[in-house]
């Protein structure tokens, strides 16, 4: 119908620009004409690629996991993919067996979005699933597939950094448990010098899961003290959100009568009252990274893995000022 060959068809379809654009602009004409859908399966039958990728998360609920599947998509659509995401519901076998339904679909490769704590019945069993992967938000070690990460300690720096140079010296830190990511940030505040020691002598380190609620616990927990902080570095943007809540029941004035400082600039954080100063993860940096390891077959053949980690900045909005004077 365009009167070019099948192999003019198909480089076309691919997107591998080395066709004129009248050729391009006149198959294009015809696909649309007779409604033709490429079949990704074919593709992978004859061993291309499907053009597919798959995403398996940890939790899609959580803010920071969607902002990173939507930077995944984007990416992988600007190189020709596709995305089929899945939740294991924070189950490590339930990631093994998704990862298998995706090599029977014929996936390229897929991402692991953020650790699981049962994580060693992923990695005992993948090596014989055979698909090309990479980790996402897992922190700064070494995993048997490539791993993508923003620098945790470098981002509890730079909050710290914000905070001290308010003139905080009682700052107090809610974390989220086992999450490695998390884990990196505690260790940050905990080797902070002139405030890592003192908050865990003053009882200012509190572990809670990463749940607002459990944050607006954490607030009432240390409001309620004689020897309340003037700063909270919330390990999550989601425990901030908690944090400010509880503190606007208990008119608590922040930032005049306490700061508060999140991690992750989540989509939320720029939307609440006051909006949230806090530490900027480059999800588009992450997921391009993330793609270029997918995508490098020179990779694949030797399966070389490595540690990629990122940057991260310090967003500084309208929840934290300087501490109130006690004097």
Same mark, same amino acid.
């Given at each position: ?146 791993? *993508?990460?923003?620098?945790?300690? %470098?981002?509890?720096?730079? =909050?710290? $950094?914000? +905070? /001290?140079?308010?003139?905080?010296? #009682? ?107 806090? *530490?900027?993860?480059?999800?588009? %940096?992450?997921?391009?990274? =993330?793609? $270029?390891? +997918? /995508?490098?077959?020179?990779?694949? #053949? ?26």
């Amino acid at each position: 119908m365009a009167g070019v060959s099948q192999a003019t068809v198909s480089q076309v379809i691919r997107g591998t620009n080395t066709v004129s654009e009248a050729v391009e602009a006149r198959v294009r004409s015809s696909i649309l004409a007779l409604g033709y859908v490429p079949n990704p399966l074919a593709r992978g039958l004859k061993g291309a690629n499907t053009g597919l990728f798959g995403v398996v998360a940890r939790d899609i609920s959580m803010p920071t996991t969607t902002l990173m599947i939507s930077s995944l998509v984007r990416e992988a659509r600007a190189r020709g993919y596709e995305v089929v995401v899945a939740d294991t519901g924070e189950s490590a076998p339930a990631a093994l067996h998704l990862a298998r339904l995706m090599k029977e679909q014929l996936c390229d490769g897929v991402a692991f979005v953020g650790d699981l704590q049962d994580e060693h019945l992923l990695w005992e069993g993948y090596e014989q699933v055979g698909l090309r992967a990479v980790g996402l938000l897992q922190g700064n070690r070494q995993l048997p597939i490539s791993n *993508v990460t923003v620098d945790n300690i %470098l981002g509890g720096k730079l =909050a710290l $950094d914000h +905070l /001290t140079s308010l003139g905080h010296h #009682r700052i107090a830190f809610v974390g989220a448990g086992w999450i490695h990511a998390i884990r990196e940030r505690t260790q940050a505040f905990l080797d902070y010098p002139g405030v890592g020691e003192k908050a865990v002598s003053m009882g200012y380190l509190l572990e809670t899961p990463n749940r607002a609620q459990a944050g607006a616990e954490a607030l009432a927990a240390l409001w309620h003290r004689d020897d309340r902080p003037t700063a909270i570095f919330a390990a999550t943007d989601v425990i901030a959100t908690g944090l400010l809540a509880r503190a606007h029941e208990l008119h608590v004035s922040v930032p005049a009568a306490l700061s508060i400082i999140g991690f992750d600039d989540s989509p939320m954080s720029a939307h609440l009252v006051p909006a949230l100063t806090t *530490v900027h993860q480059p999800t588009e %940096l992450l997921a391009r990274s =993330a793609m $270029d390891i +997918l /995508t490098d077959s020179r990779r694949q #053949r030797t399966k070389r893995t490595r540690v990629h980690v990122i940057p991260p900045d310090l967003v500084l909005r309208a929840s934290t000022a300087s501490p109130p004077d006690t004097s």
